[in-house]
């Protein structure tokens, strides 16, 4: 047999037990290059599949092999750089080449055809006013107009010619047949940035600070090094980071670089881009999940042909195609957000760490209240520290007071605003400024109960209560699953009418503020007002035009937002996170309660801010007062160092999921025999702390019921290789019944 061309291919989609290479005919014809996405006929049936090309051979098939179908463009496909990610992946966190790969290349990306446009111009050589001097038809005088027109213009969607000139198909037809006008199809490219096209260019040099200019000045060194770098900016609350941030933007672009600029939720995705855009126009690319699949598309293809030098996006946009990287930029980088917890369970932090190693670029982590883990690679020399202690400017830091509820929490349960809390508001409606409600709640009140015979109203698919949302029309809803009904006016298991609502939501608070202060002008933002595209940046931006005097939130409200006529912040009830199952719960109290806080007093105007509680003592609230990092830091540290917690181990979770418990049962009982198995065998090397098997936080979601093992070692090849194994053997398709997934550094434990 003759030599041909084979490639080799990986599956985007296939399970962990079939992660493995197919060979595939490529005709000579077809252009075909490693890291090339292609169609692909795979199994019996012959299913029409995507795949990643990783090498391409000649040689001579050993058996039949089926061919390629398609070859999708080079600027589809995965660099060599992208390429090596999916692999690092790969081994870090026990997912498929495939998995990784859809990450970075969005479905949209080939699997939607690119949008086109028609476009009209002159013919060459065509005067206006004599080229239909011998035509006597009705539409003389529209078509003579629209000659005119392209003459006096370049090119022109065929659409605003037909509306301008009030012509049709038929008409365009006709000029075109005469000669008289050229068309030609082109790609239109959909951006989510055109609203922001008419936004006032500010491209002048930022001023900085002599602090801020130091802070820049550590960091330019860094980012001119011919080495990867990695660099954590820790400053206070409205210190001035983006200002820094920017102009180290400005300094790589010059360079001919590229930057990656990541913030932690959608939110904050439109104040950023306005900054952006406004500074460097359309060489901004954003990259978010609200984006339509079009958007996805044409911005993807964009940035890999190298026409968006900076990019701005949320978590996923660590994966975006850019060419010769020279910056990532992680704001607010503690955020939990960057942690997928679904699908790809990847952290941000993570992906860049590894792009900017391959890139020889610098790695910029910012925050107020940095990650445990980051600040402690800063203070061991893996990262270099730098700090900025002061407000920027003349503004200074809010006064902080920490109010007792307790006593007045005796004498009404049902209270949220406390006596301070509303004089305090009255005040800020009085000056005419402006102030901020933090309720980490969603929802009406938290569970609905019978007082008869004492049961829950839970969701029929997961064991949790239900929320009750004051819509229209009452309903209750899960926070899990998405399942809706209506209130019932009877108890489901005992029929009694005595159903009373406990607990309060962000939408009481609502209420109850519409109650004193009938006269406020109110915006509520949390994942229930802001279902629309565009409904995050329309909250704020109403906000930030002072067309509400009160903004109530979730922790939306509370990081990176700069409004100068805040000088109020309330945090209605502080303790919320504060004692969740999770080693974290005192960090993210601490980062959420210092960012809100932070959003008071950022300018001229002093800031005040009240935290009400149950605990005053707890020195989380001092220590978030005073915005103390460091303190809190060296306590956190100690606790982490004596239980050994990250950053002293790394954390796996393996989830066993079933509908059938008892198939749930069986299956943890199996695979703890095997990891004990291994343990005392093969792997008697490996350290592993096992904890488990024990009932999942939500034990049943969605009808599936879900069991844990949880596992602390040290990240090294023999404890990965042990990782590998489990996951492998346990997640083949062929044996069916439970499934099992693995989590590495879970973003709750």
């Not at 690319?285 to 964009?302: C, F, K, N, P, Q």
């Not at 997928?340 to 107020?368: E, I, M, P, Q, W």
């Not at 974290?584 to 980062?591: V, Y």
Request: charge should be positive.
């Amino acid at each position: 047999m003759e030599k041909t061309r084979i490639a080799k291919v990986r599956l985007l989609s296939t399970a962990k037990a079939t992660d493995r290479i197919f060979d595939y005919l490529c005709p000579w014809e077809i252009p075909v290059f490693r890291g090339a996405v292609v169609k692909i006929p795979f199994g019996k049936g012959n299913r029409e599949t995507f795949g990643i090309v990783l090498d391409v051979a000649e040689e001579v098939p050993a058996m039949q092999l089926k061919s390629i179908l398609t070859v999708f463009p080079r600027e589809i496909g995965l660099s060599e750089e992208l390429m090596e990610l999916c692999d690092y992946l790969r081994e870090q966190i026990f997912c498929t080449f495939g998995d990784a790969a859809r990450a970075i290349i969005p479905s949209p990306v080939y699997q939607k055809k690119a949008k086109t446009v028609r476009i009209l111009s002159l013919s060459e050589g065509i005067d206006p006013e004599t080229a239909l001097e011998s035509f006597r038809g009705k539409n003389k005088e529209k078509y003579v107009s629209l000659l005119r027109y392209l003459s006096l213009t370049d090119k022109v969607q065929d659409k605003l010619c037909k509306e301008l000139f009030e012509l049709d198909s038929a008409g365009i037809s006709f000029l075109e047949k005469k000669g008289l006008i050229r068309s030609e199809l082109c790609e239109e490219s959909r951006s989510p940035l055109e609203a922001l096209s008419e936004l006032k260019r500010d491209d002048k040099e930022i001023s900085l600070s002599s602090v801020q200019q130091k802070a820049f000045e550590k960091l330019r060194v860094l980012a001119d090094g011919k080495k990867a770098a990695g660099a954590l900016l820790h400053g206070i609350t409205g210190s001035g980071k983006t200002q820094v941030m920017l102009a180290l933007c400005d300094h790589v672009l010059k360079q001919g670089k590229t930057v990656l600029f990541l913030v932690p939720e959608i939110a904050l995705t439109g104040q950023s881009a306005r900054i952006l855009f406004s500074r460097y126009g359309e060489k901004v690319a954003v990259l978010h999940s609200a984006l339509s699949e079009g958007e996805r598309r044409d911005t993807y293809i964009s940035i890999g042909r190298g026409d968006k030098p900076i990019v701005l996006g949320t978590r996923s946009a660590v994966f975006a195609p850019v060419r010769n990287l020279g910056l990532i930029l992680i704001d607010e980088e503690q955020d939990g957000s960057y942690k997928s917890d679904t699908g790809l369970k990847y952290h941000a932090r993570d992906v860049a760490r590894f792009r900017c190693a391959k890139n020889n670029a610098l790695l910029l982590l910012a925050s107020a209240t940095p990650d445990i883990e980051s600040y402690y690679k800063a203070e061991s020399g893996s990262y270099t520290l730098v700090s900025l202690t002061k407000r920027y400017g003349s503004a200074t830091l809010p006064k902080v007071e920490i109010v007792d509820l307790r006593p007045e929490k005796r004498r009404d349960p049902s209270l949220m605003l406390g006596k301070r809390l509303r004089e305090e508001i009255a005040k800020n409606l009085e000056a005419g400024e402006q102030t901020i409600l933090l309720m980490n709640r969603r929802g009406y009140r938290r569970f609905v109960s019978c007082m008869d015979c004492g049961e829950v109203i839970r969701c029929p698919n997961c064991s949790v209560s239900m929320t009750l949302h004051n819509t229209a029309r009452q309903k209750l809803s899960c926070h899990y699953c998405g399942y809706a009904e209506a209130m019932p006016e009877v108890c489901p298991h005992c029929n009694s009418k005595h159903l009373v609502a406990h607990g309060f939501g962000i939408q009481q608070l609502e209420e109850e503020l519409s109650r004193v202060f009938p006269e406020a002008r109110l915006l509520r933002l949390d994942s229930d007002t802001t279902g629309g595209k565009a409904s995050h940046d329309e909250i704020l931006s109403a906000f930030r035009n002072r067309q509400a005097d009160i903004l109530i939130g979730t922790q939306m409200v509370a990081k990176g937002h700069n409004f100068p006529w805040v000088t109020l912040v309330g945090i209605v009830m502080a303790d919320s996170a504060l004692y969740l199952s999770d080693y974290r719960a005192p960090e993210h109290t601490f980062s959420l309660l210092t960012q809100v806080i932070g959003r008071a007093g950022r300018a001229e105007k002093k800031g005040r801010a009240l935290i009400q509680t149950l605990n005053p003592r707890h020195n989380v609230f001092s220590l978030a007062s005073e915005q103390d990092y460091v303190e809190f830091y060296r306590g956190e540290i100690a606790l982490r160092k004596e239980f050994t917690f990250p950053p002293f181990c790394q954390i796996a979770v393996f989830t066993i999921a079933c509908e059938n418990e008892r198939e749930v049962l069986l299956a943890s009982k199996a695979f703890s025999d095997r990891l004990e198995k291994n343990l005392s065998g093969e792997f008697s090397d490996v350290k592993f702390i096992v904890y488990g098997p024990f009932e999942a936080p939500v034990y049943r979601m969605k009808n599936i019921y879900r069991k844990r093992f949880i596992i602390k070692y040290k990240n090294n090849p023999r404890s990965r290789a042990l990782l590998d194994r489990l996951l492998t053997e346990e997640s083949d398709p062929r044996k069916g019944g439970a499934k099992v997934t693995l989590d590495i550094g879970p973003g709750l434990v």
